[in-house]
């Protein structure tokens, strides 16, 4: 059933009208949240660090092609952001509002969410979201759609496999035995995140984008001393995976006379 709705899904694509598709570009109908989950840095002191990521990776993903209207940020203190009138970070009101925007934008669903992690999960508010209900808050918000699965924390890999299916890509920001950096008081973004704005602009879709990611993860904890390695984790479903030349990146162009 799920390589038939992939199926169905690209002859949607190719069927629908030319002028169209490469006006509003693949994630016009896409459904996103975005999500600051903690606002503490490492040391225990605050910091802006992943409320900075969550505003600015939902400004890139509308550079991207992403409707601004269907991307939902939250945050944990969402009183200290009004110009971005973020919801409150917590893992049912992040579902609800997932599930209500996919009820209208039908053709994908994406998650990102920035903050702390462990072995067992990442923190999102006063609770920790692990890898089981994030999957089973994902199949019932956005079953069989292509969907793209972002999560920055240490430990982040422990999601890959919970979360893997065919019409999915999952980036994380380490290995699942990993920490990653950058979640100090005075970091304007943790380091994956920081990497995940500065690659997208030059990047052609969500494969390159995870390339690039791990490339300058790679590159900013050498130059920083900061190891052990975190290595970035890129999984990309073999149904979603032939489909990835569809869903290149739209920068605004114009659509075609």
């Known amino acids: 059933?799920?390589?038939?709705?992939?199926?169905?899904?690209?002859?949607?694509?190719?069927?629908?009208?030319?002028?169209?598709?490469?006006?509003?570009?693949?994630?016009?109908n896409w459904a996103a949240v975005v999500v600051a989950g903690d606002f503490h840095a490492h040391s225990g002191g605050p910091t802006e660090a992943f409320d900075n990521a969550r505003?600015?990776?939902?400004?890139?993903?509308?550079?991207?092609?992403?409707?601004?209207?269907?991307?939902?940020?939250?945050?944990v203190r969402p009183e200290r952001y009004p110009a971005d009138t973020p919801g409150k970070s917590e893992a049912r009101t992040v579902y609800e509002a997932l599930k209500t925007r996919a009820?209208?934008?039908?053709?994908?669903?994406?998650?990102?969410?920035?903050?702390?992690?462990?072995?067992?999960?990442?923190?999102?508010?006063?609770?920790?979201?692990?890898?089981?209900?994030?999957?089973?808050?994902?199949?019932?918000?956005?079953?069989?759609r292509p969907s793209v699965v972002v999560i920055s924390a240490c430990f982040s890999g422990v999601f890959v496999a919970p979360l893997q299916k065919t019409n999915r890509l999952i980036l994380t920001a380490a290995r699942p035995d990993r920490a990653s950096f950058g979640c100090g008081v005075d970091d304007k973004y943790p380091y994956f995140d920081d990497c995940f704005l500065s690659a997208a602009p030059s990047a052609h879709d969500f494969a390159a984008l995870g390339a690039g990611v791990q490339a300058c993860v790679a590159r900013r904890e050498k130059e920083t001393g900061a190891e052990p390695a975190s290595e970035p984790q890129v999984w990309i479903g073999p149904a979603l995976r032939p489909m990835l030349p569809l869903y290149a990146f739209n920068r605004g162009k114009p659509a075609p006379p």
Do not use: W
């Open 55 to 75: 505003r600015d990776v939902s400004k890139t993903l509308v550079d991207l092609g992403f409707d601004k209207a269907a991307i939902q940020q939250f945050s």
């Open 1 to 28: 059933m799920r390589g038939t709705a992939a199926v169905i899904g690209l002859l949607a694509f190719l069927l629908a009208p030319l002028s169209s598709a490469y006006a509003a570009g693949p994630f016009a």
């Open 103 to 144: 009820s209208t934008a039908t053709a994908g669903c994406l998650f990102y969410i920035s903050t702390h992690g462990s072995p067992e999960g990442v923190i999102l508010g006063r609770q920790m979201l692990r890898p089981q209900l994030l999957a089973a808050l994902l199949d019932d918000a956005c079953p069989n």
